[in-house]
């Protein structure tokens, strides 16, 4: 059973406008959430990350929004440049329970940025 | 420069015959993972290692071994190789554990055949 889901696996985006990425999570004990950018023939890139006690929390032009109630995390990136071309992977950890060591991911959104 | 290297870069080989991918890292990280990236699955943790001689099972451990003799360096071993085992694994480290955002190693492309 999938704990992370992405449910879009692609997405397409004018430069310039907002792309907004989504993620659900179905376990609880979750309490960290990533996100990483992954080009073709590199590794994934630490993007942004955001701890349950958060709501939000901002990089420049990336956001992430939790709500813990839902389950859902969301990836704004304003303004949207082709550079931002990517697959994007939203991952989530716990910090206690002995399995700070375990990162489930999601299966990644790509993201298209037309210019 | 701080990375993480891995090697080799590139793989093919026959079922049954044992291989080490070696990975590396050089910012004095404690936590060190293992994951493979497969069409339409994303990303699974295969092992990670929370620190030297401390080693665990991440979501796919079947066919893989580690270890973690010093801090610098995690291999993944695979036994008796076998076509599903074919993918594109990276190896990451961080500073303390999964929840701190990781650094990646490029890449190395599996094939069994």
């Known amino acids: 059973d999938q704990q992370v889901k992405q449910n879009s696996p692609s997405l397409s985006v004018q430069e310039g406008r907002i792309s907004i990425l989504n993620c659900d999570y179905t376990?609880?004990?979750?309490?960290?959430f990533l996100w990483y950018k992954k080009y073709p023939a590199e590794g994934p890139t630490f993007l942004i990350s955001?701890?349950?006690?958060?709501d939000k929390n901002e990089d420049g032009r990336f956001t992430v929004f939790l709500n813990k109630s839902a389950k859902h995390l969301s990836l704004h990136i304003v303004p949207s440049q082709p550079g931002d071309s990517a697959v994007y992977f939203c991952?989530?950890?716990?910090?206690?329970?002995?399995?700070?060591?375990?990162?489930?991911f999601g299966k990644g959104t790509k993201l298209s940025v037309k210019p | 420069e701080a990375q993480v290297t891995q090697n080799p870069r590139y793989l093919i080989t026959v079922t049954g015959k044992k291989l080490t991918v070696t990975c590396s890292q050089n910012?004095?990280?404690?936590?060190m993972s293992w994951y493979r990236q497969d069409p339409g699955l994303g990303l699974r943790q295969i092992y990670y290692s929370m620190n030297v001689e401390v080693t665990d099972k991440g979501d796919v451990p079947e066919g893989y071994k580690v270890s973690r003799k010093e801090k610098r360096n995690f291999p993944l071993i695979l036994e008796s190789p076998s076509p599903n085992q074919t993918s594109l694994y990276f190896c990451?480290?961080?500073?303390?554990?999964?929840?701190?955002?990781?650094?990646f190693g490029p890449g190395t492309r599996l094939t069994v055949t």
């Open positions: 376990n609880s004990m979750f309490d960290y």
């Open positions: 990451a480290s961080s500073l303390s554990w999964a929840g701190v955002g990781q650094y």
């Open positions: 991952a989530a950890s716990r910090s206690v329970g002995g399995s700070q060591g375990n990162l489930i």
């Open positions: 910012m004095n990280h404690e936590y």
């Open positions: 955001i701890s349950s006690i958060k």
